[in-house]
């Protein structure tokens, strides 16, 4: 009895140990092709905390993803600066609360705040220009429902990168988020910059917009680098729209672009591109930086995407391959609408929603963690 005992543990062993093994094998395999497996979207609001808790919780974490990109921006209870708080917005403890289920399944979870652009949405003043009008870009245009082109060439608000008070109010926010979420990374936005070294502002008419842009860059980065946190952004302002032909949104016509020669090597871009899978990420990888390739409502973009990050990093050689980080899900249609979308029965594979896109890139990942 004692022999036949012994040896069912001996074989319970060898199956756990096989277990273990097959898992670790899993895990390598999605680390070798993917370092990043990311999502990200908006804040829950603070009565939806829970229900996101548990989506991070039975899905994005059994589901192999390991970074979640919050958007904060200035809906947040800021200690910091009481005058930029917003009371009704989450705060420390729900914050706390998405840390704690992000750590259970060692996803890496960090905020993002909108800094240099998007500071406006159509006729609605964000936060920081609604406190502080003075830091505006441009004093003679207003936030406004709009058609694109419009006269004004208005898409979003900027603050003006150059106006001596503006990061003695963000740097404080960005620090409290970062200090909340004990993060290591943030994520500035800065994409679709399209008012920098506007004719009207003060300060920066006639200057240099790439050096504008990446001076900007610069000095988050830099002031990121004192609690030791790293600097990811949106990476359209750095590809020039008009030679890569990927346009003005996805790319800059503006006169930023130069500005990928000008800023540190250490920051993440997110390399976004939302209707077809375009190959821009060598171009940064070339210039020694890392890149995370992005998409969002396209399931076939979604696959794409991964496919083309997957044969990057197995055909190049060690330097460039290692900047390939791997892929990014994109929500623009908030938090609310991504769980009600994900959790409604199959999404249309072309419906054309985040989550149907999402769904596609689990699905990849779950095959791929499969493979032995
Ligand atoms: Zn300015």
């Known amino acids: 009895m004692k022999l036949a005992f012994a040896k069912i543990l001996v074989g319970i062993s060898f199956f756990l140990c096989l277990g273990t093994q097959l898992l670790a094998q899993e895990a390598s395999q999605l680390d070798k092709a993917f370092p990043v497996r990311g999502l990200f979207v908006d804040a829950p609001n603070r009565a939806r905390v829970d229900a996101f808790c548990k989506f991070i919780d ?182 020039d729209g008009t030679k890569t032909g990927v346009g003005e949104w996805e790319g800059a016509t503006n006169g930023t672009a130069p500005a990928l020669d000008m800023i540190p090597r250490d920051v993440v871009i997110c390399d976004w591109h939302y209707n077809r899978a375009e190959t821009t990420a060598p171009m940064f990888a070339a210039q020694e930086l890392d890149v995370v390739s992005c998409f969002w409502n396209r399931p076939q973009v979604a696959a794409d995407t991964l496919d083309a990050v997957k044969l990057f990093r197995n055909v190049s050689n060690p330097k460039m391959a290692g900047h390939y980080h791997g892929v990014l899900q994109t929500v623009w249609s908030g938090n609310d609408s991504l769980l009600r979308d994900y959790y409604n029965s199959e999404p249309d594979e072309n419906g054309g929603t985040a989550a149907a896109s999402f769904k596609r890139m689990l699905k990849m990942l779950n095959a791929m963690a499969g493979e032995k």
């Open 58 to 239: 039975e899905e994005l974490g059994p589901n192999h993803i390991n970074t979640l990109i919050l958007a904060v921006n200035y809906n947040y209870r800021f200690t910091s600066r009481p005058e930029m708080a917003s009371p009704n917005a989450i705060g420390k403890e729900e914050v706390a609360k998405i840390v704690e289920v992000c750590k259970k399944h060692g996803i890496n979870v960090f905020p993002l705040i909108n800094l240099l652009g998007h500071q406006s949405w159509s006729d609605s003043t964000g936060k920081l220009l609604s406190v502080y009008p003075d830091f505006t870009e441009t004093p003679n245009i207003k936030a406004q429902k709009f058609d694109w082109p419009n006269p004004d060439g208005y898409y979003c608000l900027s603050y003006c990168p150059l106006h001596p008070d503006v990061h003695g109010v963000v740097f404080p926010l960005v620090d409290e988020v970062l200090r909340d979420f004990g993060a290591k990374d943030f994520h500035a936005g800065m994409d679709e910059v399209f008012y920098i070294g506007h004719e009207s502002c003060p300060q920066c008419a006639g200057k240099d917009r790439a050096k504008l842009f990446a001076d900007e860059l610069t000095k988050i980065r830099d002031h990121l680098a004192g609690s030791n946190a790293r600097l990811w952004i949106w990476g359209d302002r750095l590809i």
